[in-house]
């Protein structure tokens, strides 16, 4: 098949983009290449997916509409996924305009730019964040998600309210699917996991926000992948409604419309997860105990009954297993980097 792709410089697309292109679909992915964190990161992931010659780059920012439309007439896909987004929910509190004309503007771009070629299936990402500090668990689908603690989880709540008006309006099948935690290799740098790893490496003591009374309900990158692969192939409609006896449905009364957690529904204690960390480097961390911040929330705990309702299948790999491939990975990473240098 062939496959639009936002956002194959970073972590989810890469791993997304590389899975594609191994099982031998087209891939033609859009990214801007920011700033936010170390590009030559961001360099190094697309030059694996150019080894492919089934993948295609084009670089620029998704408030560039006429660049967007290049895009898809190189693609000419049947199937976008948008993953593009300025990230991070601390950095939000900082540049709050970056979220504004990325998750906004750009995101509108791309939904108008989905009503005029009619892909088979519309795929956007979503976050955990959403559910702001519900207490109520496991965060289900259907659950409120309309009050919202980051400007971050308010731009994507308001993407995922333009694209149900916009599934209604002109009928392409979308879905937005809701990310929890997601780590593994070639992971984000301002990612808790990265950093710990990098921390402890380096000899410096790692920050523990909120004291460590906090869980995450952690997903490992190929199980996420897996996910979006097989929601991918449910655009939503009425013939794959989900019974009510297994999952609430969030599959619209109005439009092709779904919206879908992906995630393993174990959350993790955070003091569990540092410890995991040491294990894994073989060496003890250095904590700074530290009060919550900002815009953080106590816990992340998806419920999976629609995602396994829907596909079959629902993150299950540990996080002692995935956090020693993430420190694999990293050692590795330095190991070249080191060689380069």
């Not at 790692?206 to 009374?213: P, Q, S, T, V, W």
Request: proline share 5%; glycine share 8%.
């Amino acid at each position: 098949m062939r496959y639009l792709i936002t956002g194959t410089a970073g972590f989810i697309g890469f791993h997304l983009a590389k899975r594609l292109l191994d099982e031998g679909h087209f891939v033609v992915g859009f990214d801007g290449m920011t700033p936010y964190y170390d590009v030559t990161l961001k360099q190094r992931r697309h030059a694996i997916l150019e080894r492919s010659n089934g993948f295609k780059a084009v670089t620029a920012m998704l408030e560039d509409r006429s660049a967007l439309e290049r895009a898809a007439e190189l693609a000419e896909p049947e199937v976008i996924i948008h993953l593009a987004a300025q990230a991070g929910v601390r950095y939000s509190l900082e540049n709050p305009k970056a979220y504004v004309d990325s998750n906004l503007v750009g995101s509108w771009n791309i939904l108008d730019l989905a009503r005029t070629i009619a892909p088979k299936h519309l795929m956007l990402a979503s976050t955990s964040s959403i559910y702001g500090a519900n207490e109520k668990v496991p965060f289900a689908e259907a659950d409120r998600a309309d009050e919202p603690m980051t400007l971050y989880a308010a731009t994507k709540k308001s993407m995922e309210l333009m694209a149900h008006s916009y599934a209604h309006l002109y009928k392409v099948p979308t879905t937005a699917f809701r990310f929890f935690t997601v780590y593994g290799p070639w992971g984000r740098p301002d990612m808790a996991l990265f950093k710990f790893v990098d921390a402890i490496r380096g000899g410096r003591p790692i920050d523990i926000y909120g004291e460590g009374r906090m869980s995450r309900d952690f997903t490992y990158i190929d199980d996420l992948v897996e996910g979006i692969v097989r929601l991918s192939r449910i655009a939503p409609s009425d013939e794959n409604r989900v019974d009510a006896d297994k999952a609430a449905d969030t599959l619209s009364r109005h439009a092709p419309f779904r919206v879908v957690n992906i995630g393993g529904g174990q959350p993790v204690e955070l003091m569990t997860f540092v410890e995991t960390v040491e294990k894994a480097m073989g060496r003890p961390a250095v904590r700074n105990m530290l009060p919550m911040q900002q815009g953080d929330v106590p816990r992340t705990y998806a419920s999976p009954d629609l995602l396994e309702a829907l596909t079959g299948f629902k993150p299950s790999l540990s996080v002692e297993e995935g956090v020693a491939r993430f420190v694999e990975w990293y050692e590795q990473y330095c190991r070249n980097a080191d060689t380069v240098a």
